[in-house]
DNA sequence: GGCATATAGTTGTTTATGCAACTAATCAAA
DNA sequence: TTTGATTAGTTGCATAAACAACTATATGCC
């Protein structure tokens, strides 16, 4: 079916350079405007600590879709900001935990009203129904290749 | 609306953390298991030429969804592996136009096979109608936000 | 206990991105 | 035709990603 071959290699293009790095964009662009200096990196890293604090670097990992090197360096720069501690784990001492400072803590209710913000605009003429379905498209395309 | 916009703040993640990037890094994967050199971001800038050889510098800006920093840096390095040039334009002299090489006009009929085989691993389990779905949503998302 | 293996995290290197500041060429308006 | 604004492209700097090689700790098997 060399028909649908063609357009699921349009659909990586889409997939690949436009609409996921647009939202990023501007939700750096709307961290930026309210005075916030954190990268989109770093509050995803954030985003996963405010749902459960003193999480390992592998959970993190986990949890970000992010490889091990580059949580080791988000949360340098996290730790050069005072966002974060790493703090070891009694129990096993290979593990970091990373765990939110009170400065950080005091960032989620803005950054997380920006986030929502930044999706409202992204969003608009976009249905619920529409939303579900890409959801479900991406998680199954993340379960087919990983 | 709060439960709806939590909901589009999980999109966020999702959009920008997953199927995305899988996708991306299956496809190099793919490039680097046929022994091919180049980076997805390379291959970008080489799928825009080979549907269309020497555009600006800029016209590859506006077609790969990049800025002019970036595409100066790709071409670059594509330079630097023979499989692009750059060629004053006779009319306008601020333009670079960017050629093909023949050594790069060899890689696009196995590259696009990658792509599409690629394209295939990942939607497994997505039929025609979703794919249409996610495609007119990021065309929509992208829209409203560029 | 001791060795092989697995797991957690770090470091080095190359490539890419975002932003701001810059040069050079073109265009347009007085 | 000269001056001011726009457009095309480059460079510097900081951050981030992919991959490979590395250290340190823990686990499991004999």
Redesign the interface.
């Known amino acids: 079916m060399p028909n ?24 750096q662009k709307n961290f930026r405007a309210a005075g916030l200096e954190i990268t ?1 990196e770093q509050w ?1 890293v954030l ?1 996963h600590l405010w749902k459960e604090d003193c999480l390992s670097q592998q959970e993190l990992c986990n949890r ?3 490889d091990k090197p580059s949580i080791t360096r988000l949360i340098d720069n996290l730790e050069k900001q005072q966002l974060v501690k790493r703090i070891a784990s009694a129990t096993d001492r290979r593990i970091n935990l990373v765990c939110l400072t009170d400065n950080a803590k005091s960032l989620q209710a803005q950054t ?1 009203d920006l ?2 913000q ?9 249905n ?1 129904d ?2 579900e ?10 379960d ?3």
Chains 1, 2 share one sequence.
Do not use: D, H, P, W
């Open positions: 649908n071959q063609f357009k699921r290699g349009e659909l990586y293009s889409v997939i690949n350079g436009m609409a996921s790095t647009a939202v990023a964009r501007r939700l989109i995803s985003y970000t879709f992010r997380i986030a929502n930044t999706m409202n605009e992204a969003l608009v003429g976009v619920k529409e939303i379905v890409v959801k479900r498209v991406f998680q199954q395309v993340y087919n290749l990983v």
